[in-house]
């Protein structure tokens, strides 16, 4: 069976703020900047981006399904949630495609409680550090693994 040609970002809270917070260890590009660089590629590529931010953890759990049967994968920042919300791993492993974890920051050299990814449990794959481009990684990784599924 084809699958779609849509993949689902997802940015969980405070990444609104992107630019604005924490710049030496977010950088300066904005929520909006970003978004426009994960549509330029997707449509350079082939493919589209739905785009969800929330602070709130219902609401990534609620994308996250929604997501499933329209979009063949997922990259995910589910931001602080990433270190104790069971309810957001349990839907990325319940999600019907590929899921890749994104982190702009370097998060294992930073606060130790940064350590504890649960979400990443449930992750096909994982990047931390790169920056934004992060997010551009992720997406070529979902591309390779539509590949070999024929999307």
């Known amino acids: 069976m084809k699958l779609s040609r849509t993949i689902t970002v997802i940015n969980g ?4 703020q992107l630019g604005n917070r924490e710049t030496e260890h977010y950088g300066t590009t904005t929520q909006d900047e970003l978004l426009e660089m ?8 082939g493919f589209t981006a739905d785009y969800i931010q929330s602070d709130i953890e219902g609401e990534l759990v609620s994308a996250i399904n929604s997501a499933s049967g329209t979009s063949f994968g997922i990259v995910i920042n589910p931001a602080a949630y990433s270190h104790y919300s069971i ?3 349990d839907a990325m492993a319940a999600f019907d495609g590929p899921v890749v974890e994104v982190h702009i920051s370097r998060v294992f050299s930073r606060d130790s409680f ?3 990814l649960v979400t990443a449990q449930a992750a096909d794959a994982f990047i931390a550090g790169a920056g934004v481009r992060g997010y551009l990684h992720a997406m070529n990784i979902l591309y390779e693994l539509a590949e070999k599924t024929e999307v």
């Open 13 to 16: 809270p405070n990444l609104s």
């Open 38 to 45: 994960i549509k330029e590629k997707a449509s350079k590529d």
């Open 114 to 116: 940064r350590n504890n």
């Open 87 to 89: 309810a957001i791993m």
